[in-house]
């Protein structure tokens, strides 16, 4: 009896969810910095792209999966929370199908990130329920809320962009790493260092590719952000701390947030058979902390209805993420006389006065997530649905 009123419990939130999020596919959002008026106008964010979905006959790119990569450059206007919306951006199409045209792309890259005397790649893996749209948008805003003054590249795969299709985005996003594993080795040769910023399914996509590329240094990664990491981290198979290893030896510094708030990553969990997700859990988290590992706990991050895309809709996230960019520890973000974007606590073992403790994000009480978010984070039961 209780393991069909979880079950109904977890119906009903996904009922609500979807009710308060919808589809992406659905929307026209307008996207937004998370900064005001900068009190003089902007320059259009470039933004390099690949993506293996279908083209579409109006010159974008359709929900589907293409079977083969597609790549680009859009000047995307990001406008602040006051000012008028901005026209989509148009799509420049560069050639990059194929080992030579991929290899033309990633200079054209590096010739950019010359220009702006540079050597580095912020590279941005979404998550799911994301069309092409919105991921061009947010991977600007990204640039733009970090003051990324290098690069930005965006690796869109084929998610369906719809809520109730998790299952096949999923599927959908395993398609996608060859693809960034190909980006990654040619940015390598052309002598650049990727940063990355990956979300929900991406970290999965990221992991893979970048820990396929590891054992023959193919790639080469400086910082690896992880924010709601859709990844089983089981008591007896924890797939986390293998994609880690495997990741570890070519980047110099993961930083994992996670947020008990994640409505989203709750209900992945019940798909999962209960497992939980890396994304979810911050204290079992810290078991992964190390010289190259760091552990934040966003659940005090303000964002969207379920509590998963905190890292675009949370200007203390933003703020962190740049200087986590600029290789920032952990220890130098929560001083006070420092960025003060983190606050330390201390737990048994580990103080903060000697050098340890547990790290949350700084965020003001009146900036948390509402009483609606609360109760159906504690109310929902985490019950398999098999």
Not at 121 to 137: D, E, K, T
Request: charged residues 20%; proline residues 6%; neutral net charge.
């Amino acid at each position: 009896m209780s393991k069909r009123i979880g079950q109904l419990c977890v119906l009903l939130a996904a009922l609500l969810l979807a009710g308060c999020t919808f589809s992406d596919s659905l929307r026209v959002n307008e996207i937004r910095s998370v900064w005001g008026p900068a009190g003089h106008a902007l320059p259009p964010v470039p933004v390099f792209y690949a993506t293996d979905r279908e083209p579409a006959a109006d010159g974008g790119f359709t929900l589907n999966w293409g079977g083969t990569p597609h790549c680009g450059q859009a000047d995307v206007a990001v406008t602040n929370a006051l000012s008028p919306p901005t026209p989509d951006p148009k799509l420049a199409a560069i050639a990059c199908d194929g080992e030579p045209a991929m290899h033309a792309f990633a200079a054209r890259i590096a010739a950019a990130a010359k220009a702006r005397t540079c050597d580095r790649v912020l590279l941005i893996v979404h998550g799911y329920n994301v069309s092409f749209r919105s991921a061009l948008l947010h991977g600007a805003q990204n640039a733009r809320d970090t003051q990324w003054r290098c690069v930005t590249l965006l690796l869109n795969w084929s998610s369906e962009a719809k809520f109730n299709r998790y299952a096949a985005d999923i599927e959908r996003s395993g398609y996608a790493i060859p693809l960034l594993a190909s980006l990654l080795k040619e940015l390598k040769a052309e002598g650049l260092q990727t940063e990355i910023i990956s979300h929900s399914m991406g970290t999965r996509i990221a992991l893979i590719a970048v820990g396929s590329l590891c054992p023959d240094r193919e790639v080469q990664v400086g910082q690896f952000i992880l924010a709601a990491a859709d990844i089983s981290v089981g008591a007896d198979n924890d797939d986390f701390t293998k994609l880690l290893d495997r990741a570890m030896p070519c980047t110099r510094r993961f930083t994992v947030y996670a947020s008990r708030n994640d409505l989203a990553l709750i209900l992945s969990e019940n798909v999962h058979g209960g497992i939980p997700r890396a994304g979810r859990v911050p204290e079992h988290d810290l078991k992964y902390e190390g010289p190259k590992v760091d552990v934040i706990d966003a659940t005090a991050a303000p964002g969207d209805d379920a509590g998963h895309a905190y890292f675009i809709f949370s200007h203390e996230m933003a703020k962190d993420i740049m200087w986590v960019l600029s290789g920032a520890s952990m220890a130098e973000r929560a001083a006070p006389d420092g960025p003060d974007t983190l606050t330390c606590i201390d737990r048994k073992g580990s103080l903060c006065s000697a050098g340890g403790g547990r790290y949350r994000l700084r965020v003001a009480q009146a900036r948390r997530p509402g009483l609606v978010t609360d109760i159906l984070r504690n109310l929902l039961p985490i019950t398999p649905l098999q």
